[in-house]
């Protein structure tokens, strides 16, 4: 199974600043096989970004997502209020599929 | 608009089992191959079950192969999930999720419609 890590279990920031929310697995990612997923309460988990780089559809481009083989990195630019939220990563490379335990953003 | 709308949850004994449904509508069902991921407050997200298509490739994560069963009728644009023997391991928001394609290779995008999910509670 390829373990995921992300890193900072939290993160607080003003509005304007610049968000980097870190994944690390532990087996490489085959074929950037790598999505984010937002998630604010009560609402299931959001595609922001899939293969690694690719915005999903309707992501503003405040979002970007970087990184290959172990390591990748979800850019959140120029926060807004509305970006505090829980932020998972996920591998679909490999089964069995895993998910990160999320990093929570504060929005201060 | 794309919905995916889950039910059949709710409070279950231990041992006992329970069968979830997912009702899809506004795309091409038969077009996708569909997943159930549950979440947990202690072990967060975690992938379930998927089946392709045509339900031709089924998949299990360890922690449900040999319990529950995952089932598609394109007919009908619905997906189950049969879960028997159930424990208090298994009580979860369970979401119906889709496989999203993108660009002319349908590159997978993995999960990129979910339901609302629906809770499942194991307890005597």
């Known amino acids: 199974e390829n373990v995921l890590t992300q890193s900072p279990g939290t993160l607080s920031l003003s509005p304007g600043e610049r968000a980097t929310l870190y994944c690390g697995a532990s087996q490489g990612v085959s074929s950037s096989y790598l999505a984010w997923y937002q998630q604010k309460p009560g609402q299931p988990p959001r595609l922001l970004i899939f293969t690694a780089s690719r915005r999903a559809t309707g992501i503003p481009d405040r979002f970007s997502g970087s990184g290959s083989g172990t390591d990748f990195t979800l850019t959140i630019s120029r926060l807004e209020p509305e970006d505090s939220a829980v932020y998972y990563c996920h591998q679909y490379g490999s089964s069995p599929r895993t998910f990160g335990q999320g990093t929570r953003l504060e929005i201060k | 608009e794309v919905l995916l709308v889950e039910s059949g949850g709710g409070l279950v004994q231990p041992g006992r089992s329970l069968r979830l449904s997912c009702a899809a509508s506004?795309?091409?069902?038969?077009?996708?191959?569909m997943h159930w991921v549950r979440q947990t407050p202690g072990k967060g997200l975690e992938w379930v079950a998927s089946i392709s298509w045509n339900s031709i490739k089924i998949e299990y994560a360890d922690s449900a192969r040999g319990r529950f069963t995952i089932s598609r009728d394109n007919t009908n644009k619905s997906v189950s999930l049969h879960m028997t023997s159930l424990t208090s391991e298994d009580s979860a928001v369970y979401y119906c999720?889709?496989?999203?394609?993108?660009?002319?290779?349908?590159?997978?995008?993995?999960?990129?419609?979910w339901g609302l999910g629906t809770l499942v509670t194991v307890s005597s």
């Open positions: 506004g795309f091409t069902f038969g077009d996708h191959a």
């Open positions: 999720a889709r496989e999203g394609y993108y660009g002319d290779y349908a590159v997978p995008t993995s999960f990129d419609t």
